[in-house]
């Protein structure tokens, strides 16, 4: 057991009692165990890495390359199949759709004209192998929470022209923080005894579910990995071109931040290693400087490409120590902990990573029914399953939209607008109470509506509401 080796005899015994414990849980496998005690052997040891202010650099334009500097893909149709024939897309697909009101994987929420995300990732790889004549393999890593649901869902794209393979990440047991045993030892032996630890953890479960090997054995080089709730993540041969070109085996898209992403990772340059700084590892002291735009001015979108045989070779050389995010939760009253990395912080382990600053069209993630509000109105027009933004806009930066409890759920969402309103001209929407939109409604610069309580506050069809603040039926 390597990972004891830095441990207080007291962290030592405790390893050892819950190595014992964690042994006999026959739901998971023997990699499953080995990837969970060396995760709470490295916990234990604190070797969370401490940032020294002082060695922070702001990364050069060789470490962070600017989208536009990147040379145009080639023109013949033949060399773009051979770099696409490279590639691998990966989607992260272990999160359900909760914080929005539906069951079941995110993926499958409808985003617009009655396509879910993963229809239209589907779409645009469809597009992507029928034009080129290419065969981009799509892989989706679910959780045990959403595992069995995806099975019966990509059934329906059977007919189409992608390999749709798909693979669990690990399942690690909760830990029980004042006794230090796993949850699942203690009677909790459905799923809210196990957590999946973060998707830091795609690189061991690629390797662990054999995908790797088929991958590297179908002559695949890159994987494009990316959440599947952003919108904005489709294939982009300018990068996957530079990186085959100049032998780069991680690459991290990264966008300028906006006062609406202060607390988002950035990249920095550091002891001479491009690295990926976490709101969780700055000193207090320093938290206002991370968050202001002038010093950091980059955030991560977690669209990461990498190399198939460098994930390979680190992840068999056990060399991917991830920072560990420990994530505390209740479950029944009892105080667990879940210990998870994330996949940007490998980025200082691969030789000669790179950031690439995209344009911010790259990252459209659909966090909430505000977000969704944005992607079906007329901001953005659906093509080859790729979602666009509208040039009638000229403000590239999109409304902040503000709306209440009553729409957090997407059904609610949907029954409260007739149809979604043209935001074209607008800078800031806020809604509270039980409001209802009519059809064909129209809303431009600053719109405040707040329905007061125990009132039913309609907009009426065709409605046009240009800086308005509406408090009753009387405002309209």
Known sequence: MAAAAALSPSDAEKLSKLHSSVAGLDQISENEKTGFINLVGRY????????EWSKINTPTDKVVVPYDNLAPTPHDPSETKKLLDKLVVLKLNGGLGTTMGCTGPKSVIEVRNGLTFLDLI???IENLNSKY?????????????????????????????IEI????QSQYPRLVIDEFTALPCRGHAGKDGWYPPGHGDVFSSLINSGKLEALLSQGKEYVF??????????????????????????????????????????????????????????????????????????????????????IKRLVEADALKMEIIPNPKEVDGIKVLQLETAA??????FDLAIGINVPRSRFLPVKATSDLLLVQS???????????????RANPANPSVELGPEFKKVGNFLSRFKSIPSIIGL???????????GANVTLKGKVSITGKPGVKLEISDGAFLENKEINGPEDI
Not at 344 to 349: P, S
Not at 378 to 392: C, E, F, H, P, Q
């Open 44 to 51: 234990l040891s604190g070797e969370a890495q401490h940032v």
């Open 122 to 124: 589907v779409i645009q």
């Open 133 to 161: 004549g290419c065969s981009v393999p799509l892989l989706l890593m679910n959780s045990f929470n959403t595992h069995d649901d995806t099975l019966k869902i990509v059934e329906k794209y059977s007919n189409s022209n």
């Open 165 to 168: 393979h798909t693979f669990n």
């Open 225 to 310: 990995i990316a959440n599947s709730d952003n919108l904005g993540a489709t294939v982009d041969l300018k990068i996957l071109n530079h990186l085959v070109h100049n032998k780069n085996e991680y690459c991290m898209e990264v966008t300028p931040k906006t006062l609406a992403d202060v607390k988002g990772g950035t990249l920095i340059s550091y002891e001479g290693k491009v690295q990926l700084l976490e709101i969780a590892q700055v000193p207090d002291e320093h938290v206002n400087e991370f968050k202001s735009i002038e010093k950091f001015k980059i955030f991560n979108t977690n669209n990461l490409w990498a190399n198939l045989k460098a």
């Open 344 to 349: 940007g912080a490998a980025i200082r382990f």
């Open 378 to 392: 007329d901001l953005y027009t659906l093509a080859d399953g790729s979602v666009i933004r509208n040039t009638a």
């Open 427 to 437: 800078d800031s929407l806020k809604v509270s109470g039980d409001v209802w939109f």
